[in-house]
């Protein structure tokens, strides 16, 4: 006979289970409470936009350190049209540890506002070379720096399976048709 | 943009398919991987008094596939332009959509466009995505959304 005991510790533990897979499963609190602040944005009008951005805006300061909530911030001030203020944003993520996925649309956001800054492209590619990673970012960098290796580059990508023609015919249009697109 | 069409006396249903390049700012996506695009279903009735409408919506986009973990939560608002009112599609109960196997399905909405006189019946449509990495929190791409006008078929008794 299955003892009283031992079917209440399974049901505890099956609750348990159900309720952690439930819960939000991010890193921390101001990652939760930046992503919900995020999916309200998305869905608010015009007017209320303007508050949820304001309540970003306090959650990255009082937390300055989590690069988390400082992303999401950069990311709306940007869906916001405020290319300014994102620049400043994604220059203090980019101070300390500078990343390819961050720092290029700090690079490609300065040049849409005219402060084109062909080193900053050449920082993400230095950097990708150096971590290896060498995908789409990197080949956008080379692709806006100019670089002679671009061609070379994206045909090493498409015959190493890492990507089709398909997705990489986004480089067959202009530099500023696609700025003007991703930043309008 | 490519549009499908059927049609009778007082209903037409048109199927619309709208895509943007984007750039999605997390590893692995970027902007080989980031666009999307939303296929839409309109399906409008003619009566005395406006136009009834019915909008259905599902998403597609790489970007998870090419983060190799996370979620797209997909949304769609359609504006009525006669009247300014949004409304966000969404999912009801009992209702059921047949979507691809790469189809996010987002929902549907109703509303109802009253008849005005020398004014072209037609809606806005605006679309996006969050990508959720369920850990590090949420990304949009950037452009955020797209957003298209969807000319209908003229009000009954209008040329």
């Not at chain 1, 309200?40 to 805006?57: G, K, N, P, W």
């Not at chain 2, 009778?8 to 398919?17: H, P």
């Not at chain 2, 790489?62 to 608002?77: M, Q």
Request: net charge positive; with cysteine.
């Amino acid at each position: 006979m299955i003892k009283p005991i031992f079917l209440f510790t399974v049901l505890l533990i099956v609750t348990l289970a159900s309720g952690l897979q439930a819960a939000p499963v991010y890193v921390d609190k101001p990652t939760a409470e930046a992503s919900d602040l995020m999916k309200q944005y998305v869905m608010s009008s015009v007017a209320e936009r303007v508050e949820v951005l304001h309540r970003l805006e306090v959650l990255s300061t009082k937390h300055p350190d989590n690069v988390n909530v400082r992303r999401m911030y950069a990311n709306l001030l940007v869906s916001d049209r405020k290319y300014d203020s994102a620049i400043s944003q994604y220059e203090m993520l980019n101070k300390k540890n500078p990343r390819p996925v961050l720092l290029l649309p700090e690079c490609m956001l300065k040049e849409r506002v005219g402060k084109k800054d062909k080193g900053c492209y050449q920082s993400v590619i230095a950097i990708a070379e150096e971590k290896n990673i060498l995908d789409s970012d990197y080949l956008t960098a080379l692709y806006f720096a100019d670089d002679q290796r671009f061609l070379a580059e994206k045909e090493k990508l498409i015959n190493a399976d890492k990507m089709t023609k398909a997705e990489l015919a986004v480089f067959s249009l202009s530099r500023d048709r696609i700025l003007y697109t991703l930043y309008p | 943009m490519t549009i499908r069409k059927f049609s009778n006396n007082s209903t037409v249903i048109k199927g619309f398919n709208f895509s943007t390049l984007a750039h999605l700012g997390v590893e692995g996506v970027g902007l080989a991987n980031g666009g999307f695009s939303i296929s839409l279903i309109v399906k409008e009735e003619n009566v005395e008094e406006g136009k009834h409408l019915y909008v259905s919506a599902t998403g597609r986009s790489n970007a998870a596939k090419a983060a190799g973990n996370g979620s797209l939560l997909f949304w769609c608002k359609v504006i009525n332009l006669t009247d300014g009112r949004e409304y966000v599609l969404d999912r009801r109960k009992g209702e059921s959509f047949a979507v691809g196997f790469d189809d996010v399905l987002i929902g549907s909405a109703m509303l109802f466009l009253a008849k005005k006189i020398n004014h072209p019946p037609s809606i806005q449509v605006k679309a996006g995505y969050i990508f959720d990495s369920g850990y590090t929190g949420l990304a949009t791409p950037f452009p955020s959304e797209l957003s298209k006008i969807v000319r209908l078929k003229p009000f009954k008794d209008e040329p």
